[in-house]
């Protein structure tokens, strides 16, 4: 898997947080852009912590 970095700016307001995109720097593709979304969020981690998603109280 090729790593590539894309800009984001991440939000909070509140408890609720998260990363927002400019359309134009995330894949156009479904797939790519699915890998890419599962990986900011650590969609597939037990406790969630590696990406955003909250997750475990332990580690948020």
């Known amino acids: 898997m ?3 970095a894309i800009p984001y700016l991440l939000m909070r307001g509140g408890s609720s947080r998260g990363p927002f995109f400019n359309q134009a720097d995330l894949p156009a593709d479904e797939t790519p852009l699915s890998e890419v979304l599962l990986a900011v969020f ?3 981690h037990p406790l969630d912590i590696d990406g955003i998603g909250g997750g475990n ?3 948020t």
């Open 42 to 44: 650590g969609s597939g």
């Open 2 to 4: 090729k790593l590539t």
């Open 57 to 59: 109280a332990v580690t």
